[in-house]
């Protein structure tokens, strides 16, 4: 059963345990979304925190997207690559605030999908406004990177990619189809 | 001092987060009838992805529903029972996205006149002062702004095109256009939520939306219909479970297999 709640972890004390933690994040890192399995979820910036709440270890993560398919298998990936780590079960929470942005992306996670064919996102623009803009569509878009040779020659083939966090592009220099992490 | 909080409504609570909820499920299942025969593999891709979004979304509100309703007394709902084990009567979703895929024109103008609405409710409801509610928003909107683009750019595409694809989304806004007068109606289950600082005010949403709208579609040459009158408005629409006769059909083939098997899993 996934909890799903809104509200900041729950205090804990960083200093239980230590040697267990570090395991514990050593077993993350080696878990990949499998819709993108060259990039752990670590260096996708899913996994947010890791806590030791009432004697049990509590592992909080945050979707990518509402409806990412790829949730479920991430949850019990998880499970399963600490279970064989530290011989104990954890409890994973999903906390949906503050919401998952790309920006959470760590360097070594962009490079990783470079080095897959696939074009990191540029930052995401977040204006911070709750006011609705009037007309979206007109957001000016930045050039997108070649993943295969660097051109910035590059156009937009569909809004939607292989999965729903990425789009399909086309370099006009290589001629090579990629897909765009979108900015998000 | 500052004024008490007032306590959530719980039963109106359950209701907007049911139309909440039931306006994503039901586009969704929409969408989702594209599969394998969208117009061209990319937006068969596109329409599904944009349902994947919406049905995710969907059980963040169901889910949250679900579980307001099981605080207010039996019975214990699931998302699931809620999504399978209602009546078209019990549903709580806009007119508007019940209505048939018809042809690509009609989809992607319904699509439009949803999406840019949704986009300024979620951004409202951002604000929320039930944390769960503007936590789902802040999530749910940044993926309805990338909607938004998509089915603005299509109308135009679509309706500055060829003559013929002119035509087609000119008939798809005259005929869905009476269906979002409905969007905007703010009946008393809305009413006592926005004076509890819970939910969107849905009317004052309605300038930005009409010229958002307006400014796409005269970029697309289409016109809006003179005709004024809007179906489902004065508390007899889709949100208090009055639907158009599409919406059984649609219930029927999305909860056949759970009613036929209730403890099918896979």
């Given at each position: 059963m996934?909890?799903?709640?809104v509200?900041?972890?729950?205090?804990?004390?960083?200093a239980?345990?230590?040697?267990?933690?570090?395991?514990?994040w050593?077993?993350?890192a080696?878990?990949?979304?499998?819709?993108?399995?060259?990039?752990?979820?670590?260096?996708?910036?899913?996994?947010?925190?890791?806590?030791?709440?009432?004697?049990?270890?509590?592992?909080?993560?945050?979707?990518?997207?509402?409806?990412?398919?790829?949730?479920?298998?991430?949850e019990?990936?998880?499970?399963?690559?600490?279970?064989?780590?530290?011989?104990?079960?954890?409890?994973?929470?999903?906390?949906?605030?503050?919401?998952?942005?790309?920006?959470?992306?760590?360097?070594?996670?962009?490079?990783k999908?470079?080095?897959?064919?696939?074009?990191?996102?540029?930052?995401?623009?977040?204006?911070?406004?709750?006011?609705?803009?009037?007309?979206?569509?007109?957001?000016?878009?930045?050039a997108?990177?070649c993943?295969?040779?660097?051109?910035?020659?590059?156009?937009?083939?569909?809004?939607?990619?292989?999965?729903?966090?990425?789009?399909q592009?086309?370099?006009?220099?290589?001629?090579?189809?990629?897909?765009?992490?979108?900015?998000? | 001092?500052?004024?008490?909080?007032?306590?959530?409504?719980?039963?109106?609570?359950?209701?907007?987060?049911?139309?909440?909820?039931?306006?994503?499920?039901?586009?969704?299942?929409?969408?989702?009838?594209?599969?394998?025969?969208?117009?061209?593999l990319?937006?068969?891709?596109?329409?599904?992805?944009?349902?994947l979004?919406?049905?995710?979304?969907?059980?963040?509100?169901?889910?949250?529903?679900?579980?307001?309703?099981a605080?207010?007394?039996?019975?214990?709902?699931?998302?699931d029972?809620?999504?399978?084990f209602?009546?078209?009567?019990?549903?709580?979703?806009?007119?508007?996205?019940e209505?048939?895929?018809?042809?690509?024109?009609?989809?992607?103008?319904?699509?439009?006149?949803?999406?840019?609405w949704?986009?300024?409710?979620l951004?409202?409801?951002?604000?929320?002062?039930?944390?769960?509610?503007?936590?789902?928003?802040?999530k749910?909107?940044?993926?309805?702004?990338?909607?938004?683009?998509?089915?603005?750019?299509?109308?135009?595409?679509?309706?500055?095109?060829?003559?013929?694809?002119?035509?087609?989304?000119?008939?798809?806004?005259?005929?869905?256009?009476?269906?979002?007068?409905?969007?905007?109606?703010?009946d008393?289950?809305?009413?006592?939520?926005?004076d509890?600082?819970?939910a969107?005010?849905?009317?004052?949403?309605?300038?930005?939306?009409?010229?958002?709208?307006?400014?796409?579609?005269?970029?697309a040459?289409?016109?809006i219909?003179?005709?004024?009158?809007?179906?489902?408005?004065?508390?007899?629409?889709?949100?208090?479970g009055?639907?158009?006769?599409?919406?059984?059909?649609?219930?029927?083939?999305?909860?056949?297999?759970?009613?036929?098997?209730?403890?099918?899993?896979?």
């Amino acid at each position: 059963m996934v909890t799903t709640r809104v509200a900041d972890p729950p205090a804990h004390d960083d200093a239980t345990q230590p040697a267990t933690r570090a395991a514990i994040w050593r077993a993350l890192a080696g878990v990949v979304d499998p819709e993108i399995p060259t990039v752990s979820i670590v260096e996708l910036g899913i996994v947010r925190d890791v806590a030791r709440s009432n004697g049990a270890w509590v592992v909080t993560v945050t979707p990518t997207y509402s409806g990412c398919p790829a949730a479920r298998i991430i949850e019990a990936d998880i499970r399963a690559a600490i279970a064989s780590a530290i011989g104990e079960d954890v409890r994973v929470v999903t906390a949906l605030a503050p919401a998952w942005t790309t920006d959470w992306i760590a360097p070594e996670g962009r490079q990783k999908l470079r080095d897959a064919g696939i074009a990191p996102p540029h930052a995401a623009m977040h204006d911070g406004s709750t006011q609705p803009r009037s007309v979206t569509f007109r957001r000016p878009r930045e050039a997108v990177r070649c993943p295969n040779c660097g051109s910035l020659r590059t156009t937009e083939l569909a809004r939607f990619g292989s999965t729903a966090c990425k789009a399909q592009y086309r370099c006009t220099d290589c001629l090579e189809p990629f897909d765009f992490f979108k900015p998000h | 001092m500052t004024a008490p909080k007032p306590a959530a409504p719980a039963a109106e609570l359950s209701d907007y987060l049911l139309r909440l909820g039931d306006n994503g499920l039901v586009l969704a299942q929409r969408l989702g009838e594209w599969v394998g025969k969208g117009p061209v593999l990319e937006e068969d891709i596109a329409s599904t992805n944009v349902g994947l979004d919406l049905l995710g979304q969907a059980r963040l509100w169901l889910t949250y529903a679900a579980e307001v309703q099981a605080n207010s007394g039996p019975p214990l709902r699931s998302e699931d029972d809620l999504a399978f084990f209602r009546d078209s009567a019990e549903f709580r979703n806009l007119l508007l996205v019940e209505q048939p895929n018809g042809d690509y024109a009609d989809t992607i103008a319904r699509q439009f006149l949803f999406d840019q609405w949704h986009v300024l409710l979620l951004g409202q409801l951002t604000l929320s002062r039930d944390e769960r509610i503007a936590g789902i928003a802040a999530k749910a909107v940044k993926e309805v702004r990338y909607h938004v683009e998509r089915s603005a750019d299509w109308v135009i595409r679509l309706g500055d095109g060829t003559a013929a694809s002119h035509e087609r989304m000119q008939a798809a806004i005259d005929a869905l256009w009476m269906y979002t007068g409905e969007m905007f109606a703010v009946d008393a289950t809305e009413r006592a939520l926005i004076d509890a600082g819970i939910a969107a005010d849905a009317a004052a949403l309605q300038p930005t939306w009409q010229s958002s709208v307006q400014a796409v579609l005269d970029e697309a040459t289409i016109a809006i219909p003179a005709d004024p009158f809007m179906q489902g408005t004065g508390s007899r629409g889709g949100k208090q479970g009055i639907h158009t006769e599409h919406l059984s059909r649609l219930l029927a083939e999305m909860q056949a297999l759970p009613r036929s098997f209730p403890d099918a899993r896979w």
